[in-house]
Structure formats: C-alpha cells, structure tokens
C-alpha cells in the first residue's frame, strides 16, 4: 500500500477580513492521502492537526445543502464531493470570488441567494388563500417532474463564481438566478405571465448581461441544464418584446 | 454593528422546516418574528431528508384504505407504546394538510400516473392500474413500519424541495433571518424564558435577544456520535443543551436514539429508505436476501430499530463484508432499473457516484447501520410548551412532542416538523398576543455577561492540555460502541465513567488558536461542554431502563416491560451541579393498549394496572413532573377507539 501513498501539497488562501492585522496570503499544508479522501476530509484534518484557526463552511457533507464551494485548482466544486484521488498532487484552494469573503475559504452565499429570492420573488403568485379542507390541485407528474429538475439547485454558487458577467457585476442572476425564474415561469400554479417576467428578465441584471460563455453549466454541481434555462428565457423574453411592440 | 440588546416578539433558534414554519405562523398573526441560525437556512440539515413525508392521502392503489387512523396506529405501534397517543392522532389527523400546504407553496410533489404502473413489492415485479381518476394527485410510495403506501416525495429530495418552498415563503412575509448566529444561552427568571443570548459567528460578539415568546427549533444531536451519524456537521444539539443548562427544563427519552439501516460504509452519507421502500434488498456477504427469513412479514420494510438489530447481528455472525473500516452489508437496487434510479431515486444516484465511485443500476451498495434520529429533546406539551419555563417552546427533531416514543417512522419526521410547526406556531402567536415584553434587561445583561465570560476563560486557559477535537473523537467512539444499537449494563456503566473523564478532559482543554472572533475552533470548543452533557444524559438514561424498547435495545433486559417502563424518562441538570437527575413520568393517555407491533419480537411483560387506572393518573402526573397547562384540556383530541375499526 505505502508506496503507492501520494503526498498532498495544499496551497490555501488566508485572509481575515475582520482583523486589521490579517493581510492576503497562502498557507501551504502537506498531507497523506487515504482511499476515498474527500477535500472535507482533508481540510479538517489540516484544521486540527495544524492549524485550527483555518475557516471553511461544511454542513451536510453529502452535496446537497450547497455550504461547502470553494474554487478547487482554478475551478468552483462543491468541496465535501471532490475526492482527492481526482486532483494532482498539488491543490489550490481559494474562496468564490463573487461572494463577500467571511474569512479564508469561508464566503456569504445566503446574503447573494435570499436577495436573488427577493427580486425574482421565488415563490408561487397570486394563488388563492389556502383551503385545509380541499384536495390538492391536480398536476401531471412529467410537469411535476420538469418543474422538480429546476428545483434541485442547491445554492451554492459555483456557476456564480464561474460567471463572467458576475465577476464584473455582482448582482447578475447568473445561472441559478435564471434557473429560478425559469423554475416558476413553467410551473402551472404560478400566475405571473410574460410580461411580468420580463421586467426582471430584461433589466440590466437579467438574461441578456449574460455573454455566452456557459461556464455556468459545466460547473453546477447538480448538472442543471442551464444552457437550455437560458435559451428558453432568451427566447420568451425576445418573444414578449415583440408581441410588446406589434401591440 | 449588531447592538448588544435587540428585542422582537417572538424569537425563532433555527431555521430548519420546524422554526421556519412555526415562524410563518407567528409572522402571519400579525408578530414580529426573528430567527437565528447557524447557517443560511436552505442549509439547515432539513434540505437533506430524501425520501418522503408520511400523510395518509391514499391516493395509489396500494394505499387504498388508508386514514388518519391507520397512520395513528402504525406510529404508535412504531413508537413501541413509547408515544403520547393523543399527540400521534393530532399529527396523523394533520399531516395531509400539511402535505397540501406545500403543494400550495410550490412544492412539485411526484404525482400519480392513471394507468398501468411498473412496481417492486416485497421482491415481485408487478404491474399495477393506478385509476384515471386519480391521475396528477400526489403519489405516495412504501416505507417501513407502516401498513399503507404513505410517504409523499418530490423524487428522493423531498427536504429539499420542501426547505426551499418553506423559505420562500419566509422571505415572501418579510421575516429577518440572521444567519452564522448561535444561541448559546436561555435568558430565564426561573418561571419564565425572556430570550436568548447570541453570538454572532462572524465576528464572536455576544448580544441578547429579548422575546416575548422563545422558541427551540435547532433539530437533532446526531454528532455525539461522531463521525458515525448521518446527520450534518451542525448537529451538534446545542439547542436541547441550552434547554438543560437551565436545570429546570426537562429532556425527555434522551437514551432513545434511532439508527438508519442504510448508511454508507465508511462516510455515515444516507441511503434513503425509498430504496427498499421502492423495492431494494439488503444482502449479506453470499449474497443472500435474509430479511426475509427474518422478517417474513414486512422483511426489508420492517421498522428502522428491528431491521437495524437484524443487520447488526448478521455482520457479529461473521456474514458481513469485510472492509478496512469494519464489515458492512449490501443494498442490492440493481433491479429497479437505470430509469427509475435516475428519477425517482436520483439523488441516491448522485450520491452512489460521488461518494463511492459505483452505479448502482451495475453495482451494490455498502452499507450499514448509522446514528440518524434523535427521538429525545425538549420535553413539551402538546401545545409545544416546554415543561418548567413559560413562553419556551420547542418543535421539530430538537423537541420531545413526543410522536415517535422509542423509534420513529420513516417520513414521520419530515411531517412532524410541519404539523407542529403550524399547531405550535399557532400557540405562540396566541401566547404573545396581548402579552407586554417584560424589559427585564438586568437578567438579560447578566447572562450575556456569563456568556462572554465563558468564552474568555476559553481563550484564557494555556498549558498543554488535550485538544477539543480529540475528546470529540472519544465521545463518538465511546457512544457508537457503547451506547450504540445493543446495549449492556456493563458496557454502559463503562460509557458513564468515560464520559465523565471527558468531561473533566473537557475542563482542562486548551485551544491552539486564540482568535476571539472568526475562530472556529473557539465555536466548536463552546458547544463541546452541551455535547458531553448530553451524551451523558444519553448514557445514563440506558443504563437506568432496565427494559428493551423501540430503539433502546439491552441485551441484558431484551424484553419491552409495560408494567414498569410504560413511562417518559426525564433529565434535568442544572449548570453546576455534578450530575443529572433522572425522574419518570406517564407516557400519555393510552387509547391503543400495548401489544404486538406486527414485527419483531413478540415477548413482552405486560401491564399490571388496568388502563382506566394508569389514565386517571396521567394528568397529575405529568403536571408534577413540570408540565405546564396546554390551551386545550388534555385527551380532547384522542378519538378514543377510533382504531377499532380501522383495517391496518
Ligand atoms: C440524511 C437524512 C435524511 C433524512 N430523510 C428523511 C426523510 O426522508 N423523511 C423524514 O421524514 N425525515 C427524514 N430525516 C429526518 C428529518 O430530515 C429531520 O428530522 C428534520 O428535517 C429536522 O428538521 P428541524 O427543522 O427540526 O431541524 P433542522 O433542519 O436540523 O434545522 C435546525 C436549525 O437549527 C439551527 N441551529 C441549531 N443550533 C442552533 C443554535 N444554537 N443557534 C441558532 N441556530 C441553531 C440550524 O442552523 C438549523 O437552521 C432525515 C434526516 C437525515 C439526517
Ligand atoms: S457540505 Fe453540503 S454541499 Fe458540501
């Protein structure tokens, strides 16, 4: 088993914002490899054994709850999936750009997601108050099947990162922005029609800043189609515009 | 800069699917509502339950006949009598309307497909008409322990579909959400609670929160296990920790602790029950399906203690598979199919791949038994009022309502959080109508004042005493090897005596880094004191229940015994005193008498009281043990017999 050990080189980013002291920097750490190491794995056990101060975010470490991006030799990942069998022996680690930095690897995504919330206002419009006593409304199950494939973005702000519009202005919906508008514009229950879509679509910070280069897609964690999200908001919102202007 | 005081009506600690909706509750009557969490909300561990909710819609054929009532008796029968029956029929009484409510929220439940339906069932492939006429309704698909088709799902996402909907719609009422926040004491003046103390995990300042009403919501505790537990690294229960902290508050059934059958071997990531549920096997070593000779009722689906006890004892009987970390066993899906794992099953798919390199529709999966659910918390009325302190409250995972007694469903959770969050977000809202904040700040400024101080002797202590991490890592191999799935009085006695050295480790710690704000060894090592005091109460607790029940399983007392643990174990423990104490108090009013649960063994003691006189004594009772009065008298939503004529 020994010789085939692989000696890990880590190379990561330092930086407290919160103390005047702090100055940007990277911190090298070397590891042992061991079968199935996650960068979760790792990074905790360059946090106890040799420096407990390093931050970093974790919570489900199964790829679902969306805590844990980094930028991973270059490239956004979900931290807690990234197995280190996977990366060369040398493995940069650096925050999201995009998201303001919290400390070291650590970034605030929730402030970024729940304004993308707010102003795509993700949530089902003008539906009648809830009645306890009725049964529920019916919907075929491929739309609820469609509407579910949207619904798996997990937040975590890897195609953000990725974004060149993002990096130039922060508040562009990038890919999971679009997704959700997209997410809400097929699903049934949701009154808003074209128009009102297009007020947010067609803002400075909607589906035409994007320029094209769909890193987003390669990037998503959960495999989101977004490169058809974005076709098809492109196409319904050049299709409002029209029918706006025939008008 | 957050002030040091802030105040608001009602105080929400977490914003998992329980705080969250209770929250929605509080804010639509008309309250201001805060909630603190540890991490955005979409991230509380809530977004990661898979499988599905259980609530007897009946809408596929194989539910057909099912009711509220069925569901009563399968969580009863579940909670091996440990449940407070009244409190089982309000929530299976409500959790279809809790299941709608998040359609209404957005929720894209699978729905049923009218026609012929390709169907698993206890290893048959059979072919199923669902009706036209139930076409596009919610589908609901098998699970453990219970007599019907019942858990609702949005593939094998369902938390997290359910999480995002739920935060919607806090974000859609306005409610303010401060996330990286911890409560990290209950401000109290013996008889009542008037908030928290918070730090901020930012920055490491401590402020006070002021509230007319407060409410617990911080899920389960699973990381007293260590690494082997499915849960989130934020599991860490400092929420039922601050509860006990006061000495007044009591935990309720803390020794009853769930494990999952199928948990990945090594990393403890969950495997949902949707799997067998959908039709998977479990397989040993050869290869061979032995739940079925084990189980021949229910076989893979029996409920979580009893199919993780079987598993348990085939891998002591030399038939698990061997692996560098210990034997596991295998979940056997290959048959169902690359389509049907790819939708309906699509993140146990992702997770095959991710974290094991292996394509479940070619490949087995390894598994074994895991920590998974906390069926001990904060013990409360039925109204989710906590017994000792008024306008404490709690619901969810971190409560004991108690739905689940000693082994909870499947999907039962999920539901839970939903249905108290409504009933109890109900409560507080009326609770904190018409009440005036008592701006009682000496008492507030005091603990926040003890909360610092804490923090600082932790920052003080120097020398070379052991770290946080390595006494973390004790107490997760002492509670998975002693206080795991078969208990003994001996190895119990030795888990008590180990902890209590941690305990003292824990005194004598030093942290490397000093870091007064963003420092997250200082966070972790704050929480380490709850975490051993509640594995403590866990340990304890065993050995006291001298009975197997649910969940707690003693070698050395492998029969449940009704005539002298038809009962809820309490703990209180206070700050400064050396031990906790432990009190017992009546389950519950009992309408379903003890019995057989339809699985697992059939020996048992029986009850030497009749029921009528075990019943007249309950509400005194439980009223001695710190109960506090709920809005409606006790038993008004038992419908008394209604499980007779019930067909499950
Ligand atoms: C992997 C997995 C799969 C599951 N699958 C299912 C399933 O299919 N069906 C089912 O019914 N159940 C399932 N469960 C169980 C179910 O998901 C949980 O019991 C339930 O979601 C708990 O919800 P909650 O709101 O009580 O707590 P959580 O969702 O855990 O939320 C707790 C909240 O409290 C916050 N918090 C904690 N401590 C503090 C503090 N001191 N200060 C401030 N905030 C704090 C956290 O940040 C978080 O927001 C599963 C559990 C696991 C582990
Ligand atoms: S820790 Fe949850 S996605 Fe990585």
């Known amino acids: ?247 | 800069m957050t002030s040091k005081l802030v105040t608001t009506d009602v105080l929400v600690i977490g914003g998992g699917l329980a705080g969250e909706r209770c929250a929605i509750e509080a804010a639509t009557a008309g309250h201001e509502a805060l909630i603190l969490s540890l991490v955005p909300p979409r991230r509380s561990h809530s977004c990661a339950a898979q499988g599905g909710m259980q609530a007897s819609l009946a809408n596929c054929v194989k539910a057909e006949g099912d009711s509220p009532t069925v569901h009563f008796l399968d969580t009863v029968r579940g909670s091996d009598w440990g449940a407070d029956q009244e409190v089982a029929n309000i929530f299976a009484e409500e959790a279809p309307v809790a299941v709608r409510e998040l359609a209404h929220y957005g929720v894209p439940w699978s729905r049923v497909r009218g026609g012929k339906n390709h169907y698993f069932i206890k290893g048959e492939e059979v072919d199923i008409d669902e009706p036209l006429e139930n076409d596009g309704l919610i589908g609901q698909r098998d699970f453990g322990g219970t007599a019907k088709w019942r858990a609702c799902y949005a593939a094998a996402g369902t938390g997290h579909a359910a999480l995002y909907a739920v935060d919607s719609e806090v974000v859609r009422l306005g409610i303010e959400v401060r996330d990286r926040v911890e409560a990290v004491a209950l401000i109290h003046d013996g008889s009542r609670c008037l908030g928290a103390v918070a730090r901020c995990l930012r920055t490491g300042a401590h402020f006070a929160v002021m509230a007319k009403a407060t409410v617990i919501a911080t899920g389960g505790y699973g990381r007293i296990y260590g690494q082997y537990t499915t849960n989130a690294t934020i599991n860490e229960g400092t929420g039922a920790s601050i509860a006990l902290d006061t000495g007044i508050v009591p935990l309720g059934n803390m020794e009853a602790v769930q494990f999952h059958p199928t948990a990945l071997s090594p990393s403890g990531i969950l495997v949902t029950e949707g799997c067998r549920g959908d039709g998977g096997y479990l397989l040993d070593k050869n290869l061979e399906r032995f739940m079925v000779e084990r189980e021949p009722q229910k076989q893979e689906l029996a409920s979580r203690d009893v199919v993780s006890r079987h598993m348990a004892e085939v891998m002591r009987g030399g038939d698990g598979v061997e692996s560098p970390y210990g034997p596991h066993l295998w979940l056997d899906i290959r048959h169902l199919g690359e389509e049907h794992l790819r939708t309906k099953l699509l993140e146990v798919w992702d997770i095959c791949r991710d974290f094991v390199g292996r394509n479940p529709a070619e490949e087995l999966i390894p598994v074994r038994p895991t920590q998974h659910y906390s069926m001990g918390g904060v013990r409360v009325n039925k109204d989710g009022q906590a017994y000792g302190l008024g306008g404490l409250f709690a619901v969810g995972e971190a409560a004991c309502w108690d739905m689940h007694g000693f082994n909870r469903l499947g999907g039962n959770s999920l539901a839970e959080t939903l249905v108290s969050g409504r009933i109890v977000g109900r409560r507080v809202a009326e609770y904190v109508s018409g009440y005036e904040l008592r701006a009682d700040t000496g008492i507030a400024l005091d603990a926040l004042k003890a909360a610092e101080q804490r923090a600082a002797a932790w920052l003080a202590r120097s020398g070379n005493g052991p770290s946080v991490y390595e006494i973390r890592d004790a107490m997760g191999e002492t509670m998975m090897h002693k206080v795991g799935i078969f208990r003994t009085g001996e190895e119990l006695t030795e888990a008590v005596a180990e902890l209590g050295q941690l305990l003292d480790d824990c005194d004598n710690a030093v942290l490397r880094s000093k870091d007064p704000g963003l420092n997250p060894e200082l966070a972790f090592a704050m929480r380490l004191r709850g975490m051993l005091r509640l594995a403590m109460t866990v340990a304890k607790g065993a050995l006291a229940r001298t009975e197997s029940r649910g969940a707690h399983f003693r070698t050395d007392f492998p029969v449940r015994n009704d005539s002298d643990w038809l009962n809820r174990t309490l703990v209180r423990w206070g700050m400064d005193e050396g031990m906790p104490t432990f009190s017992y108090e009546s389950t519950g009013l009992i309408d379903l008498p003890p019995g057989h649960r339809g699985y697992g063994s059939d020996e048992r003691i029986e009850m030497t009281t009749t029921l009528d006189d075990y019943n007249k004594n309950v509400l005194a009772d439980q009223i001695r043990h710190g109960r506090l009065d709920s809005d409606e008298e006790m038993g008004s939503r038992l419908r008394r017999g209604a499980w007779k004529t019930a067909t499950g």
């Open chain 1, 1 to 247: 088993m020994s010789e085939t050990t692989r000696q890990l080189r880590f190379e990561i980013f330092r930086y407290n914002p919160e103390d005047a002291d702090s100055e940007p920097h990277t911190d090298v750490f070397e590891l042992e490899e061991t079968p199935f190491m996650t960068l979760y794995i790792a990074l905790n056990q360059i946090r106890e054994k040799f420096d407990p101060g390093l931050q970093f975010d974790f919570a489900c470490r199964s790829a679902i709850c969306g805590s844990c991006a980094m930028m991973v030799n270059g490239r956004p990942a979900l931290a807690c999936r990234t197995l280190t069998s996977d990366l060369p022996d040398k493995i940069c680690l650096y925050p999201l750009p995009v998201f303001k930095l919290i400390g070291d690897l650590s970034v605030d995504t929730g402030t970024w997601f729940r304004a993308m919330v707010e102003r795509t206002e993700a949530w089902i419009h003008e539906r009648l108050p809830f009645d306890p006593d009725a049964t529920e409304e019916r919907m075929s199950d491929d739309i609820a099947a469609a509407i579910y494939e949207n619904d798996r973005c997990i937040e975590c702000g890897c195609c953000v990162a990725a974004c060149g519009a993002a990096n130039i202005d922060s508040a562009f919906l990038a890919g999971a922005g679009l997704n959700r508008i997209a997410r809400f514009q097929m699903d049934p229950r949701d009154q808003r029609t074209d128009a009102d879509w297009f007020e947010v679509l067609a803002s400075e910070q909607g589906v035409f800043a994007c320029i094209g280069m769909m890193a987003c897609e390669d990037v998503c964690p959960k495999e989101l189609p977004l490169l058809d999200v974005y076709g098809y908001l492109r196409r319904k919102s050049l299709a409002t515009a029209l029918s706006s202007r025939e008008k």
